[in-house]
């Protein structure tokens, strides 16, 4: 049985093969005019002869997911991210973060649920889900929410970094990610520009830096590691 972080890398792989399209794998979508259904999209799809496409879920089970995790059991979470900039009233409630689960392993997800919703993590860009704990990055804060009693629902919702500039801009604070180290690794873009404690300090790298676009020493975007807790960051690049 391959390790929970092995099999989350493949699954990552597989989402940018698939999802992203990338030119290198000749992998694109012929031009059509108007909406398609799921089936009539994947039709479209034009893919190497080594690969395959397969339907997992699609609206209205979930609508626009901007960032995607898979947890322990399997189970796919998706950030939403319909309200974006000039539509960020598109859903009054906010947006949502879903966990898709394929029950019968048919291969299609056949259950969808609503973790959390609300205006603060609109257009999240950045979702990890460890434990019983998600990590939700969206500028200008980095929460944690804890599930205590495993009914899928927040018990609790904290603050584990703020400040972070970028906010309805794709170069803000992006995804945590788990290392082999315990440790977690995240960036932000060009427009991130600073980082601060949940008390409003400014946050002040091992090497003695205050994080900043500043030129002193750092500028545009930055890739960082830290303790699960927030503390000890690195600024790595």
Request: hydrophobic share 35%.
């Amino acid at each position: 049985m391959l390790s929970p972080v092995y099999s989350r890398a493949l699954f990552c792989l597989f989402v940018s093969v698939l999802v992203l399209s990338s030119p290198l794998t000749s992998t694109y979508c012929k031009d059509v005019s108007g909406p398609l259904s799921p089936e009539e999209t994947l039709k479209n799809l034009v893919i190497p002869g080594d690969l395959e496409v397969t339907l997992f879920a699609s609206e209205p089970m979930v609508r626009n997911p901007a960032t995607l995790d898979i947890d322990a059991r399997g189970r796919v979470w998706a950030a939403e991210g319909l309200n974006y900039r000039r539509y960020q009233d598109m859903v009054p409630e906010g947006d949502r973060i879903v966990i898709l689960e394929d029950t019968d392993g048919d291969g299609k997800a056949d259950s969808e649920k609503t973790y959390y919703q609300g205006k603060d993590i609109d257009n999240a860009l950045g979702l990890c889900v460890i434990g019983n704990k998600v990590i939700v990055s969206r500028s200008p804060n980095v929460f944690i929410f804890t599930d205590e009693d495993g009914d899928d629902k927040p018990d609790k919702k904290e603050v584990l970094f703020q400040g972070i500039s970028g906010e309805q801009h794709d170069h803000g604070v992006h995804s945590f990610v788990f290392g082999p180290d315990g440790k977690f690794y995240f960036n932000m873009g060009n427009e991130g520009k600073q980082l601060f404690h949940p008390n409003g300090k400014p946050v002040v790298d091992l090497a003695g830096n205050e994080v900043n676009a500043t030129r002193n020493p750092y500028q545009q975007g930055m890739v960082f590691r830290c303790n699960l807790d927030g503390s000890e960051v690195e600024t790595l690049g």
